[in-house]
């Protein structure tokens, strides 16, 4: 095989988990190589809070909170029970306070506890939350890296970059940090505009990859292994049709041009085996001009009714836990507030500008609910008498149909106000509601180690995968913030810690 160059290990992806990965293995003194499809390193992790469900580390410890890794494993057992993904589940608990001693000591690495509710009732609950944040890293301290970062979702949707003179915050402080420790080693590669198109197999071992530049396409060899952890498919419209993901590839959260499933698509060519393929990290969207979705939670007033000007959920409920509801129930759906509300009543990302709103046709004002359902398409009757009923359950402190209110987590973000707030001064508004995601959930089989695994439940000798590039071993259930992130940085590191020992 004639190669372009020569690494000990590819990593492919930008994300949190890929570049966790990457610094595992570059921080070893292994020759890593990160590909990245776009121009711009953190894909969606760039986008997100920055949350981090990695369980009873040091963080935590700091912060004072009672988390544990046995309290997590109750969580998680009660969640998820014992059924298929015990061995994923022990081997992540495992991994946390490990990683995150590991991260802790780069000196560009530095977390602290915020709190976020888990999102279930269930035994071993931290009911503030036991996730955690990176801080702010100002923008000196990147340089001229700084613009390879991702920017907010507003402003890269809007080809802006990253406001000038503020610290990048939130999942770009994550994302900045990991490419300032990562190019601190000396041993890494990071390269934009190289989207993996092939793995290459030489007698049975994934010996590398064939990846597509600007200047045509090149191989590169990775001698300790390959790891995918490149995003999922939720950007392809066609794939998500295949697979059955409800939603729609114009309304998820990813960056543009990124998240197609090429990943997946390479290793499945080679024999491996896939999992959860109709699934996503689901959440409400707030309709924008153009067909785009803003991810929207912390309702903190109004009301969702579906088409039958009905409410058919929580409103206030997790948002993968409400964006099942919205997938289980007939649109369109709108958002009902009144002039109590100075503008949407929940947080939107990116945030509505309501006149922008209006124009588009996307939101709609009356002073009265029948004017209201009129514009909409929504029943009158029905839209009073749900309307009606809510106002009952705000005037009494108690939802009899859904219980809002009731959890920490729908509390968490009224800032100690009401969870019921009646919709009863006009004008009345209805915006339009519907399902996005963060990223499908679903992909490579793989083993506790990061390996993938093939139709016939063996390793794929030389090949890795984390992240949404893998099946997620919570399978249909979304347990906390940031456990997309964490189980990504968890079986990466645990997949370059295989690499490690495969070829000690």
Same mark, same amino acid.
């Given at each position: 095989m004639a190669w372009d160059d020569e690494y000990d290990v590819v990593v492919a992806g930008s994300g949190a988990g890929a570049l966790a990965g990457a610094l595992a293995a570059a921080s070893g003194g292994l020759r890593t190589a990160v590909l990245e499809k776009t121009a711009l390193v953190g894909g969606t992790s760039a986008y997100s809070g920055s949350a981090i469900w990695l369980p009873g580390t040091r963080v935590q410890e700091r912060a004072g909170i009672g988390d544990s890794t046995e309290s997590a494993r109750a969580y998680l057992r009660a969640l998820l029970g014992d059924d298929g993904n015990a061995a994923h589940r022990e081997a992540f608990l495992e991994t946390a306070p490990e990683l995150v001693e590991f991260l802790e000591r780069d000196p560009a690495i530095e977390f602290e506890w915020r709190a976020f509710p888990d999102y279930f009732d269930a035994p071993g609950r931290v009911d503030m939350g036991r996730s955690f944040v990176p801080l702010d890293l100002p923008v000196e301290r990147l340089g001229e890296l700084a613009g390879l970062v991702r920017p907010p979702v507003d402003r890269d949707r809007a080809g802006r970059g990253h406001a000038a003179g503020r610290p990048l =915050?939130? #999942?770009r402080a994550l994302i900045g940090r990991l490419l300032l420790a990562i190019t601190a080693t000396g041993a890494s590669d990071v390269r934009t505009g190289t989207a993996l198109t092939e793995l290459i197999v030489e007698d049975g071992q994934v010996t590398g990859v064939v990846a597509m530049t600007a200047g045509g396409p090149v191989r590169l060899r990775a001698a !300790? *292994? +390959?790891l995918l952890a490149a #995003?999922?498919? &939720? $950007? $392809? =419209? &066609?794939? !998500?049709?295949? !697979? *059955? +993901?409800? #939603? $729609?590839a114009g309304r998820t959260m990813a960056p543009d041009g990124a998240n197609t499933g090429d990943a997946i698509t390479a290793a499945m060519k080679i024999g491996a085996s896939t999992g959860l393929l109709d699934q996503a990290w689901f959440c409400p969207g707030l309709a924008m001009p153009g067909g785009r979705a803003a991810f929207t939670l912390g309702f903190r007033g109004g009301l969702i009714v579906d088409g039958t000007g009905r409410r058919f959920a929580n409103e206030s409920l997790p948002y993968d836990r409400m964006g099942r509801c919205l997938a289980a129930a007939d649109a369109p759906f709108y958002l009902v507030f009144d002039a109590r509300s100075d503008g949407l009543p929940a947080i939107s990302i990116p945030s509505a500008a309501p006149e922008e709103q209006f124009a588009a046709g996307l939101w709609h004002r009356a002073d009265t609910l029948a #004017?209201?359902?009129a514009k909409t398409g929504l029943p009158a009757a029905a839209l009073a008498s749900t309307v009606e009923r809510f106002n009952g359950f705000a005037a009494e402190g108690a939802d009899e149909d859904f219980h809002r209110g009731e959890d920490p987590y729908d509390r968490y973000f009224t800032g100690g106000g009401p969870c019921l707030v009646p919709v009863d001064r006009q004008p009345y508004v209805a915006a339009e509601i519907v399902l996005s995601d963060l990223g499908t959930k679903g992909g490579l089989r793989t083993d506790p180690d990061g390996r993938v695994l093939s139709g016939a439940d063996e390793p794929i000798p030389g090949l890795y995968a984390a992240g949404n590039t893998s099946a997620s071993f919570t399978g249909h259930v979304y347990p906390g913030p940031g456990i997309p992130i964490g189980t990504a940085m968890a079986f990466a590191y645990r997949a370059v810690q295989h690499m490690r020992r495969n070829h000690a």
């Open positions: =915050a939130q #999942g !300790r *292994g +390959v #995003g999922g498919f &939720e $950007s $392809s =419209a &066609e794939l !998500r049709e295949a !697979r *059955g +993901v409800p #939603g $729609s #004017g209201l359902a």
